[in-house]
């Protein structure tokens, strides 16, 4: 079967076939108020709670977060700014019992992603999750395996599949405006000064730090391991390629109209500081999809770079696109330029925006999955790609790769690291079984 084709009926006519199977009586009808809960507050927390608090029909209800000081404070401003009082959690087990609430948007680290988003399908909620989707790989796939098991709504956070301008620009590669496309490159080059060197330290008061590591190994507590810091960790994060790369890689792939490749490697470091990061802050990363004759590479920078994409010296996050007749460049979420021929006069262009939440929240009432803009099939597979970067990157070696069973081929340390099998999830906060 031609892969492409094998991808769009993977993706596509399994989400059809699982909004066909939802349960009706779980649903929330076109009248109802639907009450969301937003799960991790501090960063962007704050933005889920702001995006479904301007939908119609959507209310907050509920904040949850682990670190108390964090948690109040968002509660507070939260009465401020919109006249009424929510429900505060600390654990999120006890806010999934809750059953006034209808949804879960969830901003945590990206070691609870995959966790939260398959207990909340377990507990007959919807989800939004933000980006990356898992972990590891494994953790991904268990939990598109519990959205389609418990006929749940599953929305990736990756937002530029809402950008009407993006939309435009898929079909137009769909339908040949730069010709054949055969190569996609993502970019992401922002300024990440050091995050210097903290030593242990007493756990701050009100900080639930137990909960916070939840399935992650025990470590003592650092500042460099907590608030934004974690991305740099291993045990908790997935460096720029996982952070903010998984936006640039998803629109590569969907651009390509590609799944998982077939060969991947990355190379890199982490230059000029010695600090606490363990992830590389440099890093250029290259799939290879040799039946379809295609290849993506993805380049992280953390410091002063060139102005590619048309954007300023030092930061840079975007795409591109080659063609046998062009290109396409993508300098931002919701805009695009063409410029065709050998001369790359200029073509096609657009800008516009788009609403993720709204997307979610009106296939929470449809239970149409398959009208989701990033369903968590395609969430999984662009996470999955930052994953076998790192993989790539951690073992020094070319991955093969089966892109149909997700597996490594004749490298067990690389699968191992992968799936993270070394972790032994802590109790109880077990990866849970979704088959």
């Not at 930052?386 to 990157?393: C, F, V």
Request: include cysteine; charged fraction near 25%.
């Amino acid at each position: 079967m031609n892969p492409d084709r094998r991808y769009f009926l993977k993706t596509t006519a399994g989400a059809v076939l699982a909004s066909n199977l939802v349960i009706r009586r779980s649903a929330v009808s076109a009248n109802d108020v639907i009450r969301a809960a937003v799960v991790g507050v501090r960063g962007r927390g704050g933005n889920h709670i702001s995006s479904l608090e301007r939908l119609d029909g959507v209310e907050v209800v509920a904040l949850c977060d682990v670190d108390e000081n964090v948690l109040n404070e968002q509660a507070g401003r939260f009465k401020e700014k919109y006249g009424r009082d929510v429900k505060k959690y600390v654990d999120y087990r006890e806010l999934l019992k809750d059953p006034g609430i209808d949804v879960v948007s969830i901003a945590t680290p990206n070691h609870w992603h995959s966790i939260m988003g398959i207990w909340a399908c377990q507990a007959g909620k919807d989800a939004y999750i933000e980006k990356p989707l898992s972990h590891n790989l494994l953790e991904g796939r268990k939990l598109v395996e519990a959205a389609r098991k418990y006929n749940r709504v599953v929305q990736h956070g990756t937002q530029i599949r809402s950008s009407k301008a993006v939309r435009e620009a898929i079909q137009m590669l769909r339908e040949g405006v730069i010709g054949e496309v055969y190569y996609a490159k993502g970019i992401c080059y922002k300024w990440r000064d050091t995050i210097g060197v903290k030593p242990p330290s007493d756990v701050p008061q009100g900080v639930h730090y137990d909960l916070w590591l939840g399935p992650a190994p025990e470590r003592p507590f650092t500042e460099n391991r907590f608030h934004y810091n974690w991305h740099w960790h291993w045990d908790y994060g997935n460096g720029d390629i996982g952070n903010q790369g998984v936006h640039q890689l998803d629109v590569a792939r969907w651009g390509l109209g590609v799944g998982l490749p077939s060969v991947a490697q990355s190379l890199g470091g982490h230059f000029m500081f010695q600090d606490d990061q363990e992830t590389p802050n440099t890093l250029v990363s290259t799939f290879k999809y040799p039946e379809e004759n295609k290849m993506m590479v993805f380049e992280v920078r953390h410091w002063i770079t060139n102005p590619e994409l048309g954007g300023e010296p030092g930061g840079v996050v975007g795409n591109l696109f080659l063609g046998s007749k062009g290109i396409m460049i993508m300098p931002s979420y919701t805009s695009y330029q063409v410029f065709l021929g050998r001369k790359l006069e200029p073509g096609p262009s657009g800008s516009e925006g788009g609403d993720h939440f709204q997307n979610f929240i009106d296939c929470v009432r449809s239970r149409k999955v398959d009208q989701l803009n990033a369903d968590v099939e395609e969430g999984h597979l662009s996470s999955a790609l930052a994953h076998l970067a790192n993989t790539a990157y951690r073992v020094e070696r070319t991955l093969k790769f089966d892109p149909v069973n997700e597996k490594i081929i004749g490298d067990p340390e690389a699968e191992q690291i992968l799936n993270d099998q070394d972790r032994k999830y802590r109790a109880p906060f077990s990866l849970p079984e979704t088959v």
